[in-house]
T-cell receptor, first 115, second 115 residues
Framework: QKEVEQDPGPLSVPEGAIVSLNCTYS??????FMWYRQYSRKGPELLMY????GNKEDGRFTAQVDKSSKYISLFIRDSQPSDSATYLC???????????????FGTGTLLAVQP | EAGVAQSPRYKIIEKRQSVAFWCNPI?????LYWYQQILGQGPKLLIQ????????DSQLPKDRFSAERLKGVDSTLKIQPAKLEDSAVYLC?????????????FGEGSWLTVV
């Protein structure tokens, strides 16, 4: 079983739709949860960052973490064609440095927002 | 602020040849990472440096891959000899420190095709 599971999609939605992206994980030691956006032929860029459980909102984006279910979500409201990209979830343990603290990525979900 | 710089952006080589990728992290970032991203997968950590010391190289195929970070700034990742399965994007990233609370910034990647 992979430590982090993510549906690869592709996910196609009309402009203005609410998008829900999800990941599940198996390692209960994960404490930091991130969502990265990766445009075609570009490196990943950090979109949202959450520590432990709860919600975090930034503009049209909301990140949710449910540690009891080992489930994280990213919601995009009023989706735009410019949101078309691959969305990668990533997570890591707490603490400083070390081999056990590396960032573990999901496979990414390809999102296409149709105008 | 300048981002993470990588070169070359694209490289095509034959199997059993060698290749080297260069990375210049964001100024002042002590931690440098090399990730491998195979098409359709999330990035996988190959090696992490803290200044010029190796923190984690557990997933680096050491029989063919090597990396160095001289003087704690620039880094080079080398593959020799290359195999077909090494075709991937090699992403360099950096952060202020290696602890979980620090944002990791990625470069645009070096795209390798082994034929």
């Amino acid at each position: 079983q992979k430590e982090v599971e993510q549906d690869p999609g592709p996910l196609s939605v009309p402009e203005g739709a609410i998008v829900s992206l999800n990941c599940t994980y198996s390692n209960s030691a994960f404490q930091y949860f991130m969502w990265y956006r990766q445009y075609s032929r570009k490196g990943p860029e950090l979109l949202m960052y959450t520590y432990s459980s709860g919600n975090k909102e930034d503009g049209r984006f909301t990140a949710q973490v449910d540690k009891s279910s080992k489930y994280i979500s990213l919601f995009i409201r009023d989706s735009q064609p410019s949101d078309s990209a691959t969305y990668l979830c990533a997570m890591r343990r707490g603490g400083y440095g070390g081999a056990t603290n590396k960032l573990i990525f999901g496979t990414g979900t390809l999102l296409a927002v149709q105008p | 602020e300048a981002g993470v710089a990588q070169s070359p952006r694209y490289k095509i080589i034959e199997k059993r040849q060698s290749v080297a990728f260069w990375c210049n992290p964001i100024s002042g970032h002590a931690t440098l990472y090399w990730y491998q991203q195979i098409l359709g997968q999330g990035p996988k950590l190959l090696i992490q440096f803290q200044n010029n010391g190796v923190v984690d190289d557990s997933q680096l195929p050491k029989d063919r891959f090597s990396a160095e970070r001289l003087k704690g700034v620039d880094s080079t990742l080398k593959i020799q000899p290359a195999k077909l399965e090494d075709s991937a994007v090699y992403l360099c990233a950096s952060s202020l420190q290696g602890d979980a609370g620090n944002t990791i910034y990625f470069g645009e990647g070096s795209w390798l095709t082994v034929v």
